[in-house]
């Protein structure tokens, strides 16, 4: 169990609708990133947060959203869903102290099938 | 700016067999590397870290040495088990003092196929 939890485990939904995705990372960690795992493209990063604010955004669409609250979870929102977001989307979080060195802890996903 | 290059998979290895998944890498600054495992159905676990030129990191009988002079950060393991079949990525930390941030690059994933 790596600390961080992500809600729901599995969704299924059409296409056009919006969904969002939760995570709670792990206690004392200030830093949330959000990254989409789908069959033909791996490991996409898509958007960071620190202690609420941006800090990074990646191959994040227009349609997607997030952001991190001040009890430090965070939110994605997905809309206007298409076939294509199908994916396993994970959120991640590490305590982010000047360094590099700082591990990064994976929830287990919210797997995301539109239909 | 980074990036990190990873073997593609699939790697079939029979049981017992030695495992090297090369992972090579071009940074700015002084990364930190990493070996993540990614088991059926599972998240992203860290496997081993290694922060700074010649540290080895190891780990449940893997092993990768930081080489700063080849830009490599290979993953080996002497005798693979069934159990270690999964996808293994490869990824690089780096810290943007301009945007006070931790930057993470992951290279595309190995699967690892071991057979009995």
């Known amino acids: 169990d790596s600390g961080v939890t992500q809600t729901p485990k599995h969704l299924i939904t059409a296409t056009g609708q919006r969904v969002t995705l939760r995570c709670s990372p792990r206690s004392g960690d200030l830093s949330v990133y959000w990254y989409q795992q789908s069959l033909d493209q791996g490991l996409q990063f898509l958007i960071q947060?620190?202690?609420?604010?941006?800090?990074a955004k990646g191959n994040i669409l227009e349609r997607f959203s997030a952001q991190q609250f001040p009890d430090l979870h965070s939110e994605l929102n997905l809309s206007s869903l298409e076939l294509g977001d199908s994916a396993l989307y994970f959120c991640a979080s590490s305590v982010v102290s000047s360094g590099a060195e700082n591990t990064i802890y994976f929830g287990e996903g919210s797997w995301l099938t539109v239909v | 700016g980074n990036s990190v290059t990873q073997m593609e998979g699939p790697v079939t290895l029979s049981e017992e067999a030695f495992l090297t998944i090369n992972c090579t890498y071009t940074a700015t600054g002084y990364p930190s590397l990493f070996w993540y495992v990614q088991y059926p159905g599972e998240g992203l676990q860290l496997l081993l870290k290694?922060?700074?030129?010649?540290d080895k990191g190891s780990n449940k009988g893997f092993e990768a040495t930081y080489r700063k002079e080849t830009t490599s950060f290979h993953l080996e393991k002497g005798s693979v088990q069934v159990s270690d079949s999964a996808v293994y990525f490869c990824a690089l930390s780096d810290y943007m003092n301009s945007g006070g941030y931790q930057k993470v690059t992951f290279g595309i994933g190995t699967k690892l196929q071991v057979i009995p």
């Open positions: 290694a922060t700074k030129a010649d």
């Open positions: 947060y620190y202690n609420g604010e941006e800090r």
